[in-house]
């Protein structure tokens, strides 16, 4: 079976998160399996629609949801790479497979999650900002520590080692903004077509919510600070903004990320909303 870079991203990415390989029964081969829970049915869709050519099918019977694909010898091949004794491996080796962004992705919408964090302030207020996690605990440290170098390496993304009580006690973490959002943008086009992963990229409607439960807080700036806007740059993106100009566009001509344009534009429409508000009380 010949397989191209996109469909073995794909599996190479879920194989380190929800998937699984296993030889059963008298099969010669392996098979990919990974079981999921109904509320990310349309993100099982979208793998199957993606590696269609490659057999794969989805059972959706009562309480059972398995995405899996035919025995065949490409799966013992990666079974034969990131299996030791019937547990999941990572090597200098095998990681090199993971080498396109919708790998990363997969891997992200498997295992990762992102969280709203607080810390209060000498004022009382807290402080309430974006992380993001990769649950990998069923790694060791070092094998932690070879995907953190391979995704620095190959993605420009400089996650952290978090320790944790649970698995084998480390994970991956995203907590400086900057980091964070160019992870969501590296990751974006494949979030679009899937509605079940919104929530883990929307940042600015996850703050807002959480600010909503948490009394006394206030939100980070939701746009990064390597790179801060320029006052004639602000008013540029007002202007395009007012035009209708897509944010894609807008983007490009600022020289900006997407989501630093999307943030920004909401940053300001916030703000404009506490001055409205301001005024009125005085």
């Not at 978090?162 to 992870?183: R, V, W």
Request: aromatic share 12%; glycine share 4%.
């Amino acid at each position: 079976m010949r397989i191209d870079n996109i469909k073995e991203n794909i599996i190479i990415g879920s194989l380190l998160g929800d998937g699984n390989l296993t030889i059963t029964g008298r099969c010669v081969n392996a098979h990919y399996r990974e079981h999921f829970s109904p509320k990310q049915l349309d993100y099982r869709i979208w793998k199957l629609n993606e590696l269609v050519d490659l057999n794969f099918k989805l059972y959706t019977r009562k309480n059972y949801y398995e995405l899996n694909s035919p025995s065949n010898p490409l799966y013992t091949h990666y079974y034969n790479l990131f299996y030791n004794n019937k547990i999941k491996i990572i090597t200098e080796e095998n990681i090199k497979l993971l080498n396109h962004p919708i790998g990363l992705a997969c891997l992200y919408f498997d295992d990762g999650t992102l969280l709203i964090d607080s810390a209060t302030r000498t004022n009382g207020y807290k402080y309430l900002f974006p992380r993001i996690n990769i649950s990998t605990l069923c790694f060791s440290k070092e094998e932690n520590l070879i995907l953190i170098n391979h995704i620095y390496n190959i993605f420009n993304i400089k996650f952290k080692l978090k320790h944790l009580p649970y698995g084998k006690g480390y994970a991956l973490e995203l907590n400086k903004k900057d980091e964070i959002f160019k992870f969501i943008n590296l990751i974006l086009p494949y979030v679009k077509p899937i509605k079940s992963m919104t929530y883990k990229i929307d940042i600015y409607e996850r703050l807002i919510e959480k600010q909503k439960e948490t009394p006394h807080s206030t939100i980070c700036n939701l746009y990064t600070t390597k790179h801060p806007y320029t006052h004639d740059e602000i008013n540029k993106l007002l202007q395009l903004h007012k035009e209708k100009v897509p944010y894609k566009k807008i983007a490009n001509i600022l020289n900006k990320t997407y989501y630093s344009v999307v943030y920004k534009l909401r940053d300001l429409q916030r703000k404009k909303e506490w001055r409205k508000k301001s005024s009125l009380l005085n």
